[in-house]
């Protein structure tokens, strides 16, 4: 159903692939939008046993898009470090595509929330319950349960990491 990574050797472990969701401070959201075209909007989230949360305003073109289809795709690049004189970018970043679902439950929704807070907000835990509470009508928490994911690197990422002890060393 899923694509296998064409440049297997540059696949990252299912662990290094969660480790980017979880540090990520962004990623970029795609939904089937208007008229069939894709729409991608970049968003806050957080990532916790196979679940992408993210909030949103009670409408709007990511919520339509997903009310029409449920499936989605999400990325988050963790690393994009340009080398002009090669030519290229040392990058690594993660894919997940999911299904999408609105949450309805308040205990799930409040929990999302708070997720989120605890991720962006770790040392402000009252003012993020006061913040979740003011804004509890006019928000609207997505679940992306994972069905796929993968992670890629750089090949130049991926030698650096595999390269022998002693010419790591002689390169220093």
Known sequence: MFRDLRRKKQLLSKEATED???????????????DGYPYTVPISYAYDGGKVYFHSANSGHKLDGIRRNDK???????????????????????????RARIIAD???KRHAMEL??????????????????????????VEIVV??????EAIELVNARTAPLTEKATST
């Open 147 to 152: 069905e796929h994911m993968s992670g890629k």
């Open 116 to 141: 989120l807070a605890q991720k962006y907000s770790p040392n402000y835990p009252e003012e993020a319950t006061a913040e979740i509470d003011r804004l509890w009508n006019a928000t609207t928490v």
């Open 20 to 34: 980017i969701l979880n540090r990520g401070l962004s990623g970029v959201l795609g939904v089937t939008g208007d």
């Open 72 to 98: 989605v795709s999400f990325c988050v690049i963790d690393q994009d470090q340009i080398v002009p004189e090669k030519f290229t970018t040392f990058f690594r970043s993660a894919i997940v595509f999911g």
């Open 106 to 108: 308040d205990a799930e």
